[in-house]
């Protein structure tokens, strides 16, 4: 999800789930004329995703209601705060959906959705709230690929608060020193082995980065075996069964992760170190490492010379980014030339409310272009689900315009289904056990017995 990166991966910006403290909104006693709504995010003034908050709270809630006001309609809106850890917030969320509670309109990571649609927790939207769920005139401008993050089983569950894309980035400084262009676009694989070769032989430390290991969590998986797996035409769940060691798109990206480790052009002890990722950010930033493959928090939040965790000043003179390319050009997922993965928060109505058009009426402006232009104003832009709005908003911004229109295109998301995360947790396994020096069978091999455990044996999994 999104949540402000954080992980996954991801890079998304708004945070994750509605919190249910308060029942869904509910007519006021007084006059059965007044409608009560209650939006709740993993957001709170002063603490966690404090400018979301603020903006929930000082500009949606009085906007909306003097927008419906203008319509005739008393409608009165309260912004339900909550600023935990994001597993706690979900836990919460969940019991909350389960037993009828929980503000009208809710956030959720994106890899919720098909784990809470499957509990019932969620219901589409055209469901609940009637064909003017399917014709929202946002959809329009929201790219098919974004879109799919939205979707579980062919149907809209919710609507897409934001998104992020993975890129490769590149030190264009030390590109320069062992003869690479400064507009580095790998077609295939074997040109960035190529590249990374030729960074070693100049003598560059680390050439590629490329997340493996347990240690990095869900960022190996987001930043390491799943764009690579789409790379080579691969996703880790298709059509209902999962990706085992027979597959091999799965055996094309630990093959990849071999030669890079095996082969002296990434250092397999950044993999296997408890902050690893955070010292492969400094070491990128200190012109250590060659080539990163990361999401677009890495540039925003990591190097951003103004306020990154591992600031570089020159950054927009130096650092480089290019799209990930397939195996080889039309291998990829979907018969793709380039790849990529993406993260994002949802947003989407309770079932439980008692309002259903209006909470959806109030969804739906909360990712109106004006509301979207106001909340990513002052500092605090982002990727949003929307093309019209990512033209304004982005003018300035050339690596979040690359994503935006280059990279979403492309971009594939994870299976939003309840076991997605322990068998994530296989896969950086079996990285960590390449790393180690295993082969690529062996450590496929091994993934299978575990898969078949996690997803209810072999008949779940493609042969």
């Not at 006021?28 to 709170?44: F, K, M, V």
């Not at 706690?88 to 890899?111: E, F, H, P």
């Not at 930033?285 to 600031?311: C, H, Q, S, T």
């Not at 509301?371 to 605090?380: F, I, P, R, S």
Request: net charge negative; glycine share 12%; aromatic share 8%.
């Amino acid at each position: 999800m999104a949540l402000r990166k954080r992980s996954m991966g991801v890079v998304a910006v708004i945070a994750a789930a509605g919190l249910g403290l308060a029942a869904c909104g509910q007519s006021s006693g007084g006059s059965g004329d007044t409608i009560e709504l209650t939006i709740g995010q993993n957001a709170i003034a002063g603490g966690k995703n404090a400018a979301a908050a603020d903006f929930m709270a000082n500009w949606v809630v009085p906007k909306f209601e003097a927008a419906q006001k203008a319509k005739g309609k008393d409608v009165t809106v309260k912004f339900v705060p909550s600023g935990v850890d994001d597993e706690q917030y979900k836990t919460k969320l969940s019991l909350d959906l389960k037993s009828g509670k929980g503000a009208d309109v809710i956030d959720i990571d994106g890899i919720w959705a098909g784990e809470f649609a499957e509990a019932g927790y969620i219901k589409p939207l055209s469901e609940l709230v009637g064909a003017e769920a399917d014709s929202w005139d946002g959809w329009s401008q929201i790219p098919e690929a974004v879109q799919g993050l939205a979707e579980f089983n062919g149907k809209k569950y919710a609507l897409p608060v934001g998104t992020d894309g993975r890129v490769l980035y590149f030190n264009k400084t030390l590109f320069q020193k062992a003869g690479l262009p400064a507009d580095w676009q790998p077609k295939s694989w074997q040109e960035i082995i190529d590249a990374g070769t030729k960074l070693k032989s100049s003598g560059v430390p680390v050439p590629i980065q490329i997340n493996a290991g347990t240690a990095m969590g869900e960022a190996t998986s987001m930043q390491g075996v799943l764009p690579l797996l789409a790379g080579a035409g691969g996703e880790v769940q298709r059509d209902g069964k999962w990706t085992g060691a027979a597959a091999q798109p799965l055996k094309d990206t630990l093959g990849l992760y071999q030669k890079i480790y095996g082969g002296g052009l990434g250092d397999p002890k950044l993999q296997q170190e408890a902050k690893g990722r955070d010292k492969s950010f400094q070491q990128f930033a200190e012109g250590r490492i060659g080539i990163l493959m990361e999401g677009d928090y890495f540039w925003r939040g990591v190097v951003n010379p103004k306020d990154g965790v591992a600031k570089m000043d020159d950054r927009d003179q130096t650092v480089g980014y290019a799209k990930i390319p397939a195996i080889e050009p039309g291998k990829g997922l979907r018969g793709q030339d380039f790849v990529s993965m993406s993260g994002g928060a949802l947003r989407t109505v309770n079932p439980n409310t008692e309002h259903p058009k209006e909470a959806f009426e109030l969804l739906a402006f909360t990712l109106s272009p004006e509301a979207l232009k106001e909340e990513t104003k002052d500092g605090n832009v982002r990727i949003t689900p929307r093309t019209d709005v990512n033209k304004e908003i982005l003018a300035g911004e050339p690596l979040l315009t690359f994503i935006s229109e280059q990279v979403l295109p492309v971009t594939a998301f994870r299976p939003p289904v309840a076991v997605y995360p322990q068998v994530s947790v296989a896969l950086q396994e079996a990285t960590a056990e390449v790393v180690g020096g295993a082969t690529p069978d062996q450590a496929a091999a091994d993934y299978q017995k575990k898969l078949e455990g996690i997803v209810g044996g072999a008949g779940n999994i493609a042969s």
